[in-house]
């Protein structure tokens, strides 16, 4: 069933050609999911080896000069830095074509001016460039200026594979994406810190694997809010002093500040 | 194969009595797993109601007082609250039996003077009192003032359906039980300040799911301190400025204060 949706629900790609802007993991990895899908025409970007590592495997011209970019496209999809879009976009004089940014964090508005319409296709997920991505699992959030655009996008994700795709605004958007950050970046930076300490005693952090899975399957099952344990939910000094003692000077100001912040957080919500 | 383990090197539990000190979490699933492997005499909790709970369960006496412990079992397991543990102890007479803690973060040394050895078997695991656990995944990690405790306390893991048992000293132990409340206490509380951000625009956690368990897989993979990525990593200060802007006081606070701790980790490591 969701072969068939992918298949009827991009047949408005057809014929349609497109530029794309950028050659990172989000270039790489959205350029490889759709280009059976419709005409990729060039790829872009200010470094040409990377331009043409992308090109070459999903047939297209590779460029480094935005003076280069035709401007009669169909789609111009920017996957590129958030600080990068503005200055790029400065320098683009195409007045033609759907223009989308991949960008959790960056407001549609900043297309405004550029092309015949606008639209933003941003993956809710972590990329590599050379990982195998399941894009069946990946959210896409969408959004347009038109419902013609809005259309082709969908499509472009639904090009991917991804059967999850939901119209969001800039500003959801932006909120979903400061909670990614919450929820990945600094759980992330933390799973960093406890390796680090793991390491210190010649153990892997895969020890703490099965751990980690169950306190996430309690998080998605009832909330993390509710799932929260630990010396600092139950208040229990002893530990806490204990353990920071046990630390370094950096990791003992990050277990402080947040055990702190954790105290603050159950004292205010009890 | 892990069967014919299990039953082999739980022989020696065999005709063994115990009594369980406890009956929250740990005490209640530990009891379950290992009640048919031994037999469990008594349960005691200051809180007849609970010890009564979880007795029922294992067939044995439900008791709250500390001078109905009967003194002459085999193995005496303390499944309380660290802070509890000293003064438990200093009220209980016993000189006989293997005494064993469960906890992840005292010292082995706290059991010396009661019972004739002493022991630690700490499951690395978050435990709820009525989830339905697999032991098989649970990392035990144990300790003994002899061979023989040894043994038994083995046989105590691998009799709940554990393969993964760890000999580990207490300092080693303690050292992983900190590492485990960053990896997952820590990790946790970003998932709450992630589900509040998103529960503001009416989004379930549990669309960040697929991303979180990416970034697990990653960090499983390679790592966590090459997996790291987001604006803090980046160093781009537009869009943690934009971020920082769009929390409230609280959250913003905890985003600068991490971002700020991952920026020194990078530069430092770099």
Redesign the interface.
Known sequence: MARTMTCSGTDNLRHKTAVIIGSGNVATQLGKAICDKLNILQVFSPNLDNAYELSKVIGSEAINSISQIKCDADIYILAI???AIEPFLKQVKCKNGLWIHTSG?TNINVLYGIGESQGVLYP???F?KH?ELDFA???FLTEATSDYALNIIDSLAKATGSTNISHVSSL?R?????????????????????????S??G?E????????????K???TN???Y????????G?M??IT??IE??DP??A???K??SQ??S??YTSNS
């Not at 990614?180 to 793991?198: E, G, S």
């Open positions: 830095s958030d600080d964090s809710l997920q972590t590599s990982a699992n990946i959210n959801h932006e909120k979903l994406h400061v909670a990614a950050v919450f929820a990945c970046n600094f759980a992330n930076f933390m799973w960093t810190q406890a390796d680090k300490i793991l210190d005693i153990i952090f895969n020890a703490l694997q099965s751990l980690i899975e169950a306190t996430l309690k998080a998605l909330g993390p809010e799932g929260q344990t630990g010396p600092a939910r139950r229990d002893k530990i204990h353990h046990s630390l950096y990791q100001e990050i277990y500040f947040i912040k954790i603050e957080y």
